[in-house]
């Protein structure tokens, strides 16, 4: 399964009502439509600068381990419903004992697409090769710095140059299984957005498949609190036009929001015309050791399909197809509003 295709044609669909016909037809036929986010460990290895692991209030909160055995009723209450399974979503699952397990289980049910969102520090050749070979389809490396001393200073424990080790050693997979892909997740702000200027002459020898640049979002009281992108604004049609030109050249998938002007600089909404989350509290389901899909949903009581029924959640999808824009916006924080450039 191509992974990015189905993300560009969901943006190629510019109607909210179709989307939400095919979402109904896929639920009433009981195919396959989640996204599952699954934070397995509540922890990290690093204290970046932009995320919540260096807010003091946030770490708290965030504890937790999903015990080994309850690995095979998460798999039975959604993997089957699942399209595409990211182990990791904001916290470090490297930290975790049992992603073989995870990939394990969802070999066993087919779920057709796993990527590992990872800063991977904690990754040794030997894993990699081990989560290759297991079904893991992409790795998705997250990086907030070009250089050396930015990609330290806002990646806090973190090495730079186990980093690029890393890339090596993914690099060397790839020439062995063909169908492995490598993905970077840069996190841009105002202090290290110029950097992209020299992404490829740094790392453009690892055969990285898909490129996402982010802006900065605010996800709590974090160390680095420049949320602003004013002093980039006028920059970015430039430096992001050079590097999508680059990305196309070496056949490099890119995503990346075409604006960057905010309508309030603490949350990630941009000025633009797509719609392209509005699916996204309908699709994304999002497990931790304290949470799974709902607030109202407890995976140990009841099944899926259970759920479903009790909450009335086929006639939920099916209304959606004839409401405005309007009052679905309150859901919307675009957070998937980028331009998909297939390479």
């Not at 959604?78 to 992603?99: D, M, R, S, W, Y």
């Not at 490129?211 to 009281?221: H, T, V």
């Not at 604004?233 to 075409?258: D, S």
Request: proline content about 2%; hydrophobic content about 35%.
């Amino acid at each position: 399964m191509n992974f990015y295709k189905i993300l560009k044609a969901n943006q190629l669909i510019k109607n909210h009502r179709v989307k939400f016909l095919g979402l109904w037809l896929f639920n009433m036929l009981n195919k396959r439509y989640l996204s599952i986010q699954f934070d397995p460990v509540l922890a990290c290895n690093f204290k970046c600068k932009m995320c919540y692991f260096t807010d003091k209030e946030a770490l708290k909160k965030l504890k937790g381990i999903v015990k080994k055995e309850d690995l095979e009723l998460i798999a039975d209450r959604v993997f089957k419903n699942t399209l595409v399974l990211q182990i990791g979503c904001g916290a470090e699952p490297t930290l975790f004992k049992h992603n073989l397990e995870i990939l394990e289980l969802a070999k066993k049910y087919k779920v057709p697409y796993i990527k590992m969102v990872t800063n991977g520090n904690l990754l040794s050749k030997q894993d990699i090769e081990t989560y290759s070979n297991n079904g893991l389809n992409e790795i998705i490396l997250s990086m907030h710095g070009v250089h050396q001393s930015s990609y330290e200073n806002f990646m806090a424990r973190g090495s730079y140059e186990k980093f690029r080790e890393v890339l090596q050693y993914i690099t060397e997979e790839k020439a062995t299984n063909k169908d492995f892909k490598l993905r970077i997740n840069y996190t841009f702000n105002e202090d290290n957005f110029e950097e992209l200027n020299d992404f490829f002459e740094i790392f453009g020898n690892y055969k990285i498949d898909t490129i996402q640049l982010r802006p900065i979002d605010k996800i709590g009281n974090t160390e680095y609190n420049n949320f602003s992108l004013k002093k980039i604004e006028n920059r970015y049609a430039e430096v992001i036009g050079l590097f999508k030109a680059e990305a196309e050249k070496r056949g490099i998938n890119l995503l990346a929001p075409n604006k960057i002007i905010r309508e309030d600089v603490t949350i990630n909404t941009l000025k633009n015309k797509a719609d392209n989350s509005y699916l996204l509290h309908y699709v994304n389901c999002y497990i931790s050791p304290d949470y799974f899909w709902k607030d109202n949903y407890d995976f140990r009581q009841q099944s899926f399909s259970e759920w479903k029924k009790e909450n009335n959640w086929h006639a939920q999808l099916f209304r959606n197809i004839f409401i405005s824009k309007r009052k679905l916006q309150n859901l919307n924080r675009n957070i998937l509003n980028y331009t998909v450039d297939l390479n």
